[in-house]
């Protein structure tokens, strides 16, 4: 049984592909699936992480800051830059570019933890890159976006930490008490945990594509491949940028997936309340939310086999 539930959640592209695929098609199907099914989505998956950490892991990650320095360094140093310079490149129009700029400078995603939870990487360095990101990007969005695509995106500070606290802080903080708490109930529970995390980050990726689907299919090619290049780019580049720093695979491994994957739904958000004269700014975005993921989970699936 535990070999066949490691084999469907090896699996993830498939099942996000084949979601995403379903939502643009018939973008129906998974209307039900709201915000708040998506908020509660990921603090379950959070904590079905959590239950995966003890205090010595969190331990073992504070005796090497200068991993999660360097990871939230690459976060806003090369995502940005790839934003900016592929927009350049490709000649995007002004929507798009600026779309792709603001989710290039948005923090690391709670589907990053996922992620990197699926790719048996480092959770623990994951969770708290996450949430040293978020706190920088109270002032690096706006500035760098202001920057980059020369127009400033205030950030609702106190709302986005009250977000991650709920839904990261809180469900990690509980599943490691349960951990700790309740041993044999986290091992019987503990085999099922990488395929419900599919299940979720599934349903939330296509319920983002489907609510956005006329838009995304009218974008085109070109726009699609700019946001696959992006984090393309940004997976690659925080691979062998923990590389060259001389760190170990499974940190090489995190640091890649935390700067390969944004939070696009704030970057959405965003988009949609300090861009409403411009609605396409928020359609890369949302294409972000699936790509990463797909780009990802791919990336997970093959870290995952090769352990």
């Not at 695929?21 to 079905?48: K, N, V």
């Not at 830059?81 to 779309?99: H, M, N, R, S």
């Not at 959405?268 to 861009?275: Q, V």
Request: proline share 5%; aromatic share 8%.
């Amino acid at each position: 049984m535990s070999r066949a539930l490691n084999l469907l959640a090896n699996l993830f592209p498939i099942w996000v592909a084949a979601a995403c695929i379903w939502a643009l098609i018939d973008p129906t199907w998974i209307a039900w699936f709201q915000r708040p099914h998506i908020i509660w989505g990921l603090s379950i998956i959070m904590l079905g992480m959590g239950i995966t950490l003890s205090i010595d892991d969190f331990k073992r990650v504070a005796t090497m800051p200068k991993a999660v320095a360097a990871g939230v360094a690459a976060q806003f140093v090369l995502m940005p830059f790839w934003g900016w310079a592929i927009g350049k490149a490709l000649q995007l129009p002004t929507d798009f570019a600026v779309g792709l700029i603001l989710v290039a400078c948005c923090p690391g995603g709670t589907a990053s933890n996922v992620v990197v939870f699926i790719a048996r990487a480092n959770v623990a360095l994951s969770v708290l890159m996450t949430m040293c990101s978020t706190a920088v990007a109270i002032a690096a969005t706006p500035l760098l976006t202001s920057y980059l695509a020369g127009q400033y995106v205030p950030v609702d500070a106190a709302g986005l930490f009250l977000s991650m606290i709920k839904i990261v802080l809180a469900p990690v903080a509980i599943g490691v008490a349960l951990h700790h708490l309740f041993p044999k109930l986290v091992k019987a529970v503990l085999p099922v945990g990488p395929l419900v995390s599919v299940i979720v980050i599934a349903l939330i990726c296509a319920a983002i594509l489907g609510a956005r689907a006329d838009a995304v299919l009218e974008s085109g090619l070109q726009l699609l491949g700019a946001v696959i290049l992006l984090h393309s780019a940004a997976f690659a580049s925080g691979y062998f940028f923990a590389k060259i720093l001389g760190y170990d695979k499974l940190i090489r491994r995190t640091i890649s997936i935390e700067v390969g994957m944004q939070n696009s739904g704030l970057a959405t958000a965003l988009a949609t309340k300090h861009f409403a004269a411009n609605p396409l700014t928020a359609v890369p975005c949302a294409i972000s939310a699936v790509m990463h993921s797909v780009i990802g989970s791919a990336l997970a699936g093959l870290w995952r086999l090769k352990k």
